[in-house]
């Protein structure tokens, strides 16, 4: 029983597996800590060894993995040694190319275009056989990308295909549930490294313009990851957290 006398609510994921496929920092990290606390066994894998080393002891990892997920025999090497059965996999690796469109090479378009569905696409066909019916694959969009902006290059035209990509996919798996998570800008250490010196001036431009009067975080994105993970009647569907960012900018 809580102080008010209400029953306190049981964690929502006891017994499942979280797989954070970029969940060594920022969105994942913060996602493998609300799993935890929800009663989640975690996996996290990431790039940098140390870092990866670090997270796995701060939320008490069940398991970590150091690759690189563009590298799809790495990535089919992770899954096939992965103890089964898992949950839910969320994949925060990778980011947009930004660029003036004439400025790139046909290998660059190719790349930008295709890279986010490759990947997320290797990721749905090495997790899936692991995966429990009712699971989700959860991967992550941007709502920046949906306007036209020159210096915003080929972004547009790749944040375009995420969400038919992932709702036919959630087709094509079920019962296992495919969603997308479109952000706007998330104060993490990616969004630091990017801006470097222009970092505080951007929060402050935001807490201004913003509708919810504030910056968007990555425990806001954490907390809907899981509530998409623990909501079984969600797939095919794209979920937008950017705090209003796109009817503002």
């Not at 969320?90 to 790349?111: D, Q, W």
Request: without cysteine; charged residues 20%.
């Amino acid at each position: 029983m809580t102080s008010t006398g209400e029953p306190a609510r049981a964690p929502e994921l006891v017994g499942q597996t979280v797989v954070l496929v970029g969940g060594s920092a920022g969105i994942g990290l913060e996602t493998a800590r609300r799993a935890r606390a929800e009663g989640a066994e975690v996996v996290l894998t990431g790039r940098h060894a140390e870092r990866l080393r670090d997270a796995a002891v701060e939320v008490g990892a069940h398991r970590t993995a150091a690759f690189d997920a563009d590298d799809p025999a790495a990535l089919e090497r992770f899954f096939q040694d992965l103890p089964g059965p898992i949950d839910h996999v969320l994949v925060t690796a990778g980011g947009p190319r930004y660029g003036p469109l004439l400025g790139m090479k046909r290998a660059e378009i190719l790349e930008a275009l295709g890279h986010h569905v490759a990947l997320d696409l290797e990721v749905a066909r090495n997790a899936a056989p692991k995966m429990r019916p009712g699971g989700t694959l959860l991967f992550m969009g941007g709502t920046g990308g949906r306007r036209v902006d020159h210096r915003l290059g080929i972004v547009a035209a790749a944040t375009a295909a995420l969400p038919p990509f992932v709702a036919t996919l959630a087709l094509e798996l079920a019962p296992i549930r495919v969603n997308l998570l479109a952000a706007g800008f998330v104060d993490t250490p990616l969004s630091a490294s990017l801006l470097g010196d222009r970092l505080d001036e951007r929060r402050a431009e935001l807490r201004v313009t913003l509708p919810i009067g504030r910056v968007v975080g990555p425990a806001d994105v954490a907390a809907l990851a899981v509530h998409i993970m623990t909501n079984t009647a969600l797939t095919g569907a794209t979920y937008d957290i950017d705090g209003g960012q796109q009817f503002v900018t």
